[in-house]
């Protein structure tokens, strides 16, 4: 399940604040009209898009979009309860057999879940539904990669357009060193596209490349105990092995929270017995 992931607009917030303080904070007068230099940010978004569209195609570009989405996105992973879903899936096909299973599908959301279970139901054997899995797991990191390649391009392109900007701004006012009044604008020029080369690579491109990357990286972990949820469940591993193999995967903190929550449990149910 995917919900608003609030750390990146608000970390692009604030590194905005931080700049725009930054400026004010060092010149006394507040000028903050002579960071907005037209010229430098055609200079800086017009070379960064024409640079886009040689690299890549048509059909590349128009994800982009898509892409920058998904760094704004979090997905919910509770690891506990998927854990205590195979718990469940396995103890079922132990007691009533693998086509039982058809049954508890219509309660998983998770299409990898439910393709996994089904291989599990047909027969399958358990190297080639390793193999079949882990293949959608190969095109995915694939697709991920090329959607997030754009925004790594985007990161080292914007500096270098940044570069090109300065050049040229040196260029026009070693021209006209004759002319004291160039001197200024054609500086600004040149310093400014550099710097929103580089507030375009460091706040905005660079990050989001990382974190869709992270986004990547924890959705590979997921389906990999998936893949190991799906084989325990197909080999008839006993449920209570399966679960402690896959609590392998959990994190210290999220051990000793479901062994609290396992405890809790314990405690309800055994006062509701002595009440009864």
Do not use: C
Not at 42 to 54: D, M, N, S, T
Not at 162 to 174: D, E, F, P, S, W
Not at 213 to 236: A, D, H, L, P, R
Not at 258 to 269: C, D, Q, R, W
């Amino acid at each position: 399940m995917n919900k608003r992931d609030l750390f990146t607009p608000i970390g692009i917030t604030v590194g905005f604040f931080m700049i725009i303080f930054g400026i004010v904070s060092a010149d006394g007068s507040g000028g903050f009209v002579a960071f907005l230099q037209l010229s430098s940010i055609f200079i800086v978004l017009g070379g960064l898009a024409a640079a886009l569209l040689v690299n890549f195609n048509i059909q590349q570009i128009k994800v982009t979009g898509n892409v920058l989405k998904e760094s704004f996105k979090r997905n919910e992973q509770n690891l506990p309860e998927l854990i205590a879903l195979f718990e469940r899936l396995s103890d079922r096909a132990r007691r009533e057999g693998l086509l039982a299973l058809e049954n508890e599908l219509e309660e998983v959301e998770d299409p990898y879940i439910k393709k996994g279970i089904l291989l599990a139901i047909d027969g399958i054997e358990p190297e080639v539904i390793n193999d079949i899995m882990n293949a959608e797991v190969d095109a995915m990191e694939e697709r991920h990669y090329r959607g997030r390649l754009i925004i790594e391009k985007a990161a080292e392109y914007a500096p270098a357009w940044g570069m090109v900007g300065t050049l040229i701004g040196l260029i026009l006012m070693l021209q006209n060193l004759d002319d004291p009044s160039t001197l200024g604008p054609s500086m600004a020029v040149a310093l400014l596209t550099t710097f929103y080369g580089s507030v375009l690579a460091n706040l905005f491109f660079t990050p989001m490349a990382g974190k869709l990357e992270t986004k990547t990286n924890e959705e590979v972990f997921m389906k990999q105990i998936i893949i190991e949820g799906v084989i325990g469940v197909q080999s008839g591993q006993n449920p209570r092995i399966l679960k402690e193999k896959l609590s392998a995967f959990l994190s210290e903190k999220e051990k000793q929270r479901k062994v609290e929550e396992e405890e809790e449990a314990e405690n309800v149910t055994e006062e509701s017995f002595n009440e009864a």
